[in-house]
């Protein structure tokens, strides 16, 4: 399926999306005030460890500490497998509080939480990933011709005699049929690097960064570049002319690709992604049938659920239903890539009878996903008709990234009516005169935004007069334009004349 990637520069920020046949399926925004810290390596020092989590938090030299969990380092401790024979080990057994150790961020922080750390080390170039501290050969669970893939094992292995390290390596999927000459140039460079991280952190005052990775244009042509990929164009001179100079050294098939926008028309606007990154914040999902998708994103998963809408379809209901959760099912892999959504997935496909039909669009929903990068595990239909499934998240999702809670409702996602509101003042007015919070004979002052006032002085004028008149006191409205749908405020003055 063909493929092009935009890449819009700014001063405060860099974007990139990703197209098939047109439509976009990523979008990928840097800035400098969220920068992404995964794939970074760092010295950093044990700050806690938390025997209960088997965890402990690592101080890099960010905002927060880093969380490393005993799995992330088992490797390393020389357990292979996990069994009841052999279980994970005592994270105390591993490290100490103080100590100075090398780890490697796998994701961004999100919410509250800071960057999740490994002490598995990887490094990767556009064919190989180094593995420094180990020192096995894998290859990538997608290159499924064997034949193949004991090629590349064997390539590999003379790379490392002819390197002159034992250092592990994993052939990734592009290496596939790939010749022995480049895959090895790639190791060697990797090499390089790791050797420019040994030397740096000899000097370095712990916490302190060892590595960085790739820039976002440049980690994405890395990625994405292969044979689909026909087409790259960057709207900003200077990085078009970096990523063609990476491109010539290391992606030399790609670099004829690399063009520079210079149309008056703005990149994304040319393409519709600016309406298409809009859209992707917003719950609803229309489909062509006339169906629709509501996708919400929660704290501890992200739950998708389908509707047949306006769809009438034929006039038995069993197919109409079927073929909207087929379109459904083609539609969320994308979503959930657009939405950059991750973590355990809960969709609820409208009820089938036949068990025929649900096997045909979990597999629709298997195929759709095969173009994401990202891990993905599928689990057949419930008992309850949903289907579970877990996309593995590395960075906030574009919506955490370009929003913030609603201020209003404080990401609640609803405002109270204005009769709730009315009703939640007169309640504030009888507490304070029954607890005699104010002396007698003052006056009460509401201040409320208009659709509040305009309530009080209309349906609810005669409810006011009564609790002034069961308090015994004058009630004033004043209206603050400022004020949110839910905020109020009752004031208490001074008697009248003072």
């Known amino acids: 399926m063909p493929e092009e990637l935009l890449i819009n520069v700014n001063p405060f920020e860099t974007r990139a999306a990703l197209l098939q046949d047109g439509v976009l399926q990523e979008l990928h925004i840097a800035r400098s005030s969220g920068y992404s810290y995964t794939g970074n390596i760092y010295l950093g020092r044990v700050e806690r460890i938390v025997r209960g989590m088997q965890a402990a938090f690592v101080d890099v030299g960010l905002e927060r500490p880093g969380f490393l969990h005993v799995r992330s380092m088992v490797p390393r401790a020389g357990a292979r497998e996990l069994t009841d024979d052999h279980p994970l080990p005592d994270i105390r057994d591993l490290v100490q509080e103080g100590q100075q150790m090398l780890v490697q961020a796998t994701k961004d922080p999100i919410a509250n939480k800071g960057v999740r750390l490994t002490a598995e080390i990887t490094i990767a170039a556009r064919y190989a990933v180094l593995m420094p501290l180990g020192s096995q ?45 480049v895959i090895e140039s790639d190791m060697a460079q990797l090499l390089r690097v ?4 040994t030397a740096k952190r000899a000097n370095a005052r712990c916490p302190a960064p060892l590595y960085e990775d790739l820039p976002l244009h440049i980690r994405l042509l890395r990625d994405l570049a292969g044979p689909d990929l026909q087409s790259i164009r960057i709207d900003d001179e200077r990085t078009c002319r970096r990523a063609a100079s990476f491109a010539a050294q290391f992606l030399p098939e ?14 994304f606007d040319r393409y519709g992604i600016e309406d298409e990154a809009a859209r992707a914040l917003l719950p609803r999902v229309e489909m062509k049938c006339g169906g629709f998708l509501v996708i919400e994103q929660t704290e501890a998963m992200i739950t998708i659920d389908v509707n047949t809408g306006s769809f009438l379809g034929g006039s038995r209901f069993e197919e109409t239903v079927y073929r909207t959760n087929l379109e459904a099912a083609s539609m969320i892999p994308r979503q959930l890539r657009l939405r950059n959504l991750g973590g355990i997935i809960i969709i609820d496909f409208i009820d089938m009878e036949s068990p025929e039909h649900q096997r045909n669009v979990l597999r629709a929903l298997e195929k759709a996903s095969e173009g994401d990068r990202a891990r993905l595990a599928f689990e057949g239909f419930s008992s ?10 590395t960075r906030e999702s574009l919506a955490q990234q370009l929003c913030e809670p609603c201020p209003l409702c404080r990401g609640g996602g609803l405002t109270k009516t204005s009769e709730t509101i009315c009703a ?34 209309d349906e609810d004028a005669d409810h006011l007069a009564a609790v002034s008149s069961r308090v015994g006191r004058e009630i004033r409205i004043q209206v603050e334009p400022c004020y949110g749908p839910n905020q109020f405020d009752v004031v208490v003055l001074q008697e009248a004349g003072r």
């Open 137 to 181: 050969i894998g290859i990538s669970q997608r290159i499924e011709d064997e034949a193949e893939r004991e090629r590349l094992r064997t390539i590999i292995t003379e790379a490392r005699c002819n390197l002159n390290t034992s250092m592990g390596f994993i052939a990734r999927t592009v290496s596939e049929g790939v010749d022995a000459e």
């Open 194 to 197: 790791w050797d420019a991280i």
């Open 254 to 267: 790609v670099a004829r690709h690399i063009e520079h926008y210079r149309e008056p028309r703005p990149l």
């Open 384 to 393: 309850l008709g949903l289907v579970q499934m877990s996309r593995k998240r």
């Open 424 to 457: 939640e003042i007169f309640r504030a007015i009888l507490h304070d005169a029954r607890t005699a919070c104010s002396p007698g004979g003052q006056e009460y002052l509401i201040r409320a935004p208009e659709t509040v006032v305009d309530r009080l002085l």
